[in-house]
């Protein structure tokens, strides 16, 4: 029961999430406005708004007008429910929130960037701050002087260029790792993450799937979790 729990947790929050990202993109509020159809714009009734269930209920498709939206909505709802129930039963007190914050800090970079090709600065910064204030008081985050400076120097200088250059939203991204991991581990993230975006650049070309441009932050956060399986486990 406990698990069900967890999971349907887990689920709600990845509906909530998704619909953060999209507004934050359209400068939309997530708190006032209720949830409507993007193709026809009724407004959806709460029924239609059940984590996974409506979902395969509805065939992916609107209640009014029958048009289909993204499968990926109920797939992060599955994803998340079962990392609710992984956090859970194996992180306690507030490492259990640390964690907490930084998955939510590698989901919103992750599918803002995969679906708008942006990076909510002032969210990825408040999160981070979060984490690494939690980990360095209470759950034992080596923080080194110098990777700190570097941190702020890159956010600092590079924050106020963020909209007019590409590639930007990258390097404040992967300046946080510049914090959690020692400079001799940061050649390999980055190595990992070109060879997966090089090998999912070669398969859209075969495909024939035109595409404008390849987000790399996915790319930095697939290497991570890489990383940290097979190399730092």
Not at 16 to 36: A, L
Not at 70 to 85: A, K, N, Q, S, V
Request: hydrophobic content about 55%; some cysteine; glycine content about 2%.
């Amino acid at each position: 029961m406990l698990n069900i729990m967890l999971f349907c947790i887990g689920a709600c929050l990845a509906s909530f999430f998704n619909v953060v990202i999209e507004r934050i993109h359209y400068n939309q509020s997530f708190f006032i406005q209720r949830s409507k159809c993007n193709h026809c714009q009724q407004i959806l009734p709460f029924y239609c708004l059940c984590p996974i269930l409506s979902a395969l209920i509805l065939k992916h498709r609107c209640l009014f007008c029958y048009s289909r939206f993204p499968y990926y909505y109920t797939l992060t709802e599955i994803i998340w429910g079962f990392l609710m129930i992984y956090i859970y039963h194996h992180y306690y007190s507030v490492e259990l929130l640390w964690i907490f914050i930084f998955s939510c800090l590698m989901y919103f970079s992750f599918m803002a960037d995969l679906l708008y090709y942006e990076l909510y600065t002032w969210l990825f910064i408040c999160l981070s701050l979060c984490f690494l204030l939690i980990g360095f008081i209470y759950c034992h985050l080596e923080l080194n002087l110098s990777q700190l400076v570097i941190y702020l120097l890159i956010v600092t200088l590079l924050y106020p260029f963020y909209k007019h250059s590409l590639g930007v939203g990258d390097i404040i991204f992967f300046a946080l790792y510049v914090i959690i991991y020692p400079f001799a581990y940061l050649p390999l993230i980055v190595f990992i993450a070109t060879l997966l975006g090089l090998v999912t650049y070669c398969l859209l070309h075969i495909y024939n799937y035109q595409i404008k441009f390849l987000p790399f932050i996915p790319f930095l956060i697939t290497s991570e979790l890489c990383f940290e399986i097979f190399f730092h486990a």
